[in-house]
C-alpha cells in the first residue's frame, strides 16, 4: 500500500509567529490520520528548526524544505546544502517547483544533481513536474512531463526510486484558482505511474506516491484526492488557512 500525502508548501509566506500560529492551530485541531497517511509542512528555511519542534511529538507529520543546492558545500553563499538540512532533522525537499524553474532557471539536469544529494543524505525529495498552459493547450503534456522525468529521474536505480514522491503541478492551475479536473489530474498521474512502470517495473510504479498541486482547496480536494492514482496533494495557498488546510487532510 503506497503512502498516501498532504503536504502544505508555504512557499515565502508568513512571519515565524504567523508560521507557529498556524501550525499550532492545525495540530489543536487533532487530526485523525489513518494509517500510511501522511502530512508534510513545508516552511521558508529560517522557520524549520522551530517547526521541527512543534511537530516533534506528531508522528504522522513530518518537516519539508522548499529546496536545496545542487552542489554538496563551499563558496555558495546564500544557498542551503541537503546535508545541512538533514543535520536539523527534515525529512523530504521540495525540488523543481515550477516557480524555481522559472525564476531561477532550474534545469533538469541540475534538478537531477539536487535529487542525488538529497538522497544521500537520507532526504525524501518530492520532485514536482507539470506543464504550462501553451503546452497543454497543444496536447502535448505528457511528452513535456516524460521529459522531466527521464532527465531528472531516470538516472536512478530502483532501490532510490522507492524514496522519490512526485508531485504533478500543472502551471497553469498554480495560484490561478483553475484546477484542473479531476480527469485531467487522473490521467496525468496515470501517465506518470505507467511511465514509470515501463522503466522500473509495475511494482515501483505501483509503491509510487503521486501528488497533486495546483489550486487545490476544501472543496475540490475530495474529488481530487478519490481519483485511483492521486494520492494526496502539495497545497499552496490553501495550506496557509489552518481551517482550510485541515479540512483538506481529512479529505484524504
Ligand atoms: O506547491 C504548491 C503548488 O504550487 C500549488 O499552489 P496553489 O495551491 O497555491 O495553487
Known amino acids: 500500500m503506497r503512502k498516501k500525502i498532504v503536504a502544505a508548501n508555504w512557499k515565502m509566506n508568513l512571519t515565524l509567529d504567523k ?28 522557520y524549520l528548526v522551530k517547526i521541527k519542534q512543534l511537530i516533534r511529538n506528531y508522528p504522522g507529520i513530518s518537516l519539508a524544505a522548499q529546496n536545496c543546492y545542487s552542489e554538496k558545500s563551499g563558496a555558495y553563499t546564500g544557498e542551503v546544502s541537503a546535508e545541512m538540512l538533514q543535520s536539523i532533522g527534515v525529512d523530504y525537499v521540495i525540488l523543481g517547483h515550477s516557480e524555481r524553474r522559472e525564476y531561477f532557471a532550474e534545469s533538469n539536469a541540475q534538478l537531477a ?73 487522473q490521467d496525468m498521474h496515470a501517465f506518470i505511474r505507467a511511465k514509470i512502470a515501463e522503466k522500473y517495473g509495475r511494482e515501483a510504479a505501483l ?46
Not at 489543536?28 to 489513518?34: D, E, M, P, T, V
Not at 503521486?210 to 485511483?228: D, M, Q, T, V, W
Open 19 to 46: 508560521g507557529e500560529q498556524l501550525v499550532n492551530d492545525i495540530l489543536a485541531a487533532g487530526l485523525k490520520l489513518a494509517e500510511g497517511h501522511e502530512v508534510v509542512i513545508a516552511p521558508p528555511f529560517p
Open 207 to 252: 509503491g509510487l506516491t503521486i501528488l497533486y498541486g495546483g489550486s487545490a482547496k476544501p472543496s475540490n480536494a475530495k474529488e481530487l484526492f478519490a481519483c485511483a492514482d492521486v494520492d494526496g496533494g502539495l497545497i499552496g495557498g490553501a495550506s496557509l488557512v489552518a481551517a482550510d488546510f485541515t479540512a483538506i487532510v481529512q479529505s484524504f
Open 113 to 185: 544533481k539536487k535529487i542525488d544529494l538529497a538522497l544521500a543524505n537520507g532526504i525524501k525529495p518530492i520532485f514536482c513536474c507539470g506543464e504550462p498552459l501553451e503546452i497543454r493547450q497543444a496536447e502535448t503534456q505528457n511528452d513535456y512531463v516524460s521529459k522531466q522525468l527521464e532527465e531528472s529521474l531516470f538516472h536512478l536505480d530502483a532501490a532510490a526510486l522507492k524514496n522519490i514522491v512526485i508531485a504533478y503541478e500543472p502551471i497553469w492551475a498554480i495560484g490561478t484558482g483553475l484546477t484542473a479536473s479531476a480527469q485531467q489530474a
